[in-house]
């Protein structure tokens, strides 16, 4: 037989070996597309092998599935520690002009008692600590109360206002109570998941809205002129969970139900830009309120607009606080520091608002700790030295 003759007869088996490798390619084809469709959602081989109708691939379904559950977790488990801020207040009003037959009625003044829900708190400890924001209990002249998840009314006893910070502790008489726990915002990152809880408008209690942290240390002022309060705030969080007008001093949570932030302020007139304290900052706030009863914390005395690096280049000056108000008595005003002037080192660390501000810098002296600052004033660099004290209120 020669070599032609061999290659006639071997030939059907080839065929045969060949048709059986192409049929294995198609089958795993098929069988492959068909996987890749249900995890990854591609609709090739629908006609082959249907789906129900409005299915979901199985990926997507399931995570939908699991953030559904992550938010629900967390609600259940920390909205019991959540509370509403009321505030109670007698104010004088004018009864409406009156026409009758015999004239007109003037409009006598008379006083009524106004009672509004304003804000969001969050418990700290079983025996009726309360976190929430120092502006939502900012009027003296007002009483205030909190309500519970079960809708129980507590009459503040207490409270204390932090000097530094947007923050006040209120004490109401209470045991057993749920308090939250705390997490760590110095580990947080860009895109990552939060839900806020709190009392939306001051009209729905307990609104759970859900978003991603926007950005990290930013810096604003927060508050109105008009209103009599404004504040600057350094290194806050912002974050596109929809927080408002009423969300104050509620929390801002992670994944795991832990608060890493303080809800404290909203734009005006934008849309999904909110920012909240880092909790971090509340916790030191806290330890200290634990070992002295208060808030006894350094106080340099000036209130001030942080110059931001664009600010600082579009206007020939240098980057640092520049001072609004110097409060009369105070460490700034015994050092020499003047309106006008910009705080460019506190104590030889550049003032820069992408590390925190003026604010960081000071909470991390003690009470007593001398401090040089460098000062640009008229076009110069001055040096000035003064002695942290406490804050009186």
Do not use: C
């Amino acid at each position: 037989m020669n070599n032609f003759e061999k290659q006639l007869k071997f030939l059907p088996i080839k065929k045969l070996l060949i048709g059986l490798a192409i049929l294995i390619v198609v089958i795993g084809s098929i069988l492959g597309g068909a996987i890749s469709d249900r995890l990854f959602g591609y609709r090739i081989l629908d006609r082959f092998f249907p789906r129900e109708e409005g299915q979901l691939p199985s990926l997507i379904q399931q995570r939908v599935l699991t953030e559904e559950s992550v938010v629900i977790d967390v609600a259940e488990r920390v909205s019991p520690s959540v509370v509403t801020v009321r505030a109670s207040k007698e104010q004088s009003v004018l009864s409406p002009i009156e026409i009758g037959p015999f004239g007109f009625t003037l409009p006598q003044e008379k006083t009524e008692k106004i009672e509004l829900d304003i804000g969001s708190g969050f418990i700290i400890s079983a025996d009726g600590l309360v976190v929430t924001n120092k502006h939502v209990v900012s009027d003296i002249q007002a009483n205030y109360k909190i309500i519970t998840k079960d809708d129980k009314t507590y009459e503040i006893e207490k409270i204390y206002r932090d000097p530094i910070n947007d923050l006040a502790i209120l004490k109401i008489e209470a045991s057993g109570l749920k308090p939250v726990e705390m997490g760590d915002s110095d580990r947080l990152k860009v895109g990552q998941f939060v839900i806020a809880i709190g009392t939306a408008l001051g009209e729905f209690r307990h609104t759970v809205t859900t978003g991603v942290i926007s950005g990290l240390g930013r810096g604003i002022t927060a508050g109105s002129p008009y209103e009599g309060y404004v504040e600057q705030l350094d290194n806050v969080i912002q974050t596109d969970a929809a927080i408002n007008p009423g969300n104050s001093g509620g929390p801002l949570l992670n994944s795991a139900g832990q608060v890493i932030g303080i809800n404290v302020a909203v734009v005006a007139g934008g849309e999904n830009i909110g920012f909240a304290i880092p909790i971090n900052i509340i916790k030191e706030a806290i330890d200290n309120f634990n070992q002295t009863g208060q808030f006894a914390r350094p106080f340099l005395g000036v209130r001030y607009r942080i110059i931001s690096q664009d600010l600082a280049l579009l206007n020939e000056v240098p980057q640092g606080a520049y001072i609004v108000d110097v409060v009369s008595g105070s460490a700034a005003d015994k050092a020499g520091v003047k309106e006008g002037d910009i705080i460019t080192k506190f104590d030889g660390q550049l003032v820069r608002e992408e590390d925190g501000g003026l604010a960081k810098l000071i909470n991390s002296k003690k009470i007593g700790d001398r401090i040089a600052l460098t000062i640009w004033r008229d076009g110069k660099e001055i040096e000035l030295e003064t002695v942290l004290e406490e804050f009186s209120q």
